[in-house]
């Protein structure tokens, strides 16, 4: 598609259960990134991926985040047993390069709304 | 690690005022980019700027990396204006963006 595509755009679910996030990129771009907006908040860094190269999982904030890129395009953030605290907006980014400092102009999809009840 | 500041937090305009927001950096970076989130959520890329002025319209924007710091000029402001900016910056090991807090602006008809 033309932009970065994120689905789904809301999410309700029980605290406890697991929920997967899947972000599209813009076809081409090698640079992948997840961040969390809590309301009013800025943007945390959660995770990114470049290419082949093993992902920064440097901003995960516990070991029931994990997110996965496959063949280098469509990528899944997995958020297991989730808790209130996790109840926030998801966003996904794509960039062209990122070891290319002029093309590396981040994109962002709609985020999805995850509501933990 | 790299920390990134904004002001003001929020700011206030009538229609047609100009205003200028700024972006404060502890470190040398690769990379700056300004961003217009809408009030739907939507992140809009209004400048990749890591050093020198560029203009877009309405919107211009300096970048000082010498003195870490970053200025993003909205002039004859408009109601669609309104929303959260944020400035991203990379650093120079490239491994991902830090963002600023934002500044929320509110352009009154």
Do not use: M
Not at chain 1, 84 to 94: G, I, K, N
Request: charged letters at 15%; hydrophobic letters at 30%; aromatic letters at 10%.
């Amino acid at each position: 598609g033309a932009g970065v595509s994120q689905s789904p755009s809301n999410k309700v679910t029980e605290k406890g259960k697991d929920v997967e996030l899947r972000c599209d990129p813009i076809s081409g771009h090698t640079a992948l990134y997840w961040y969390r907006q809590s309301l009013g908040q800025g943007l945390e860094f959660l995770i990114y991926f470049q290419g082949n190269s093993a992902p920064d999982k440097s901003g995960l904030p516990s070991d029931r985040f994990s997110a996965e890129r496959t063949g280098g395009s469509v990528s899944t953030l997995t958020i297991q047993r989730t808790q209130q605290e996790d109840s926030a907006v998801y966003l996904c980014a794509s960039s062209l390069d990122q070891t290319v400092l002029a093309k590396n102009i981040q994109y962002f999809g709609a985020g999805t709304r995850l509501s933990v009840l | 690690g790299i920390q990134v500041e904004q002001s003001p937090p929020d700011l206030i305009l009538q229609e047609g005022a100009n205003s200028t927001l700024r972006c404060n950096f502890s470190d040398s970076v690769n990379n700056l980019q300004w961003f217009h989130q809408n009030p739907w959520g939507q992140l809009i890329n209004l400048f990749y700027i890591p050093s020198g002025t560029k203009q877009n319209g309405r919107l211009s924007a300096t970048t000082v990396a010498t003195e870490r710091y970053s200025l993003l000029y909205i002039s004859s402001s408009q109601t669609t204006d309104s929303g959260v900016y944020f400035c991203a910056v990379e650093r120079p090991s490239g491994q991902n963006f830090v963002f600023g807090p934002g500044t929320r602006l509110s352009v009154l008809p």
